[in-house]
């Protein structure tokens, strides 16, 4: 299952797919703490596995202008835990659309380190 792919939603509807083989996990409604004075992009931080797990937020990836203070009162349908720049971080997503075995054509797909580096 190497080729497969999750498509994820932003809160603004965006699609953007992210190789399967990098999810560890799904987190349904997690808690996230907020940080002040955090980089921009990064939503929080939460447990994951008893370790403390950063929480970017795909919104500001997908568009760095986007008022991050909106995000504060989002309240999370879904962390994706994904394993890059070896280690694990989350992925704050609205929902997950899909998940293919096929790259979904429509969709744009993220540079998961790029995404990532904080």
């Given amino acids: ?9 932003s809160r603004k509807g965006k699609e953007i797919s992210i190789p399967l083989s990098q999810v560890v996990e799904v987190i349904e409604s997690p808690k996230v703490s907020h940080l002040p004075g955090v980089k921009k992009g990064v939503h929080g931080v939460t447990s994951y596995l008893g370790e403390i ?3 970017v937020d795909l919104d500001y990836y997908l568009n760095p202008s986007v008022n991050q203070e909106s995000a ?3 309240k999370a349908r879904s962390l994706i835990v994904v394993k890059a720049n070896g280690s694990d971080t989350a992925i704050l997503a609205s929902r997950i659309q899909n ?5 979904p054509i429509e969709t744009e797909s ?4 790029l995404l990532l580096k904080h």
């Fill in 110 to 113: 993220v540079d998961l380190n």
């Fill in 1 to 9: 299952m190497s080729d497969a792919w999750m498509t994820l939603i």
């Fill in 99 to 103: 998940i293919s075995t096929k790259k």
């Fill in 72 to 74: 504060l009162h989002h």
């Fill in 53 to 55: 797990v950063t929480v």
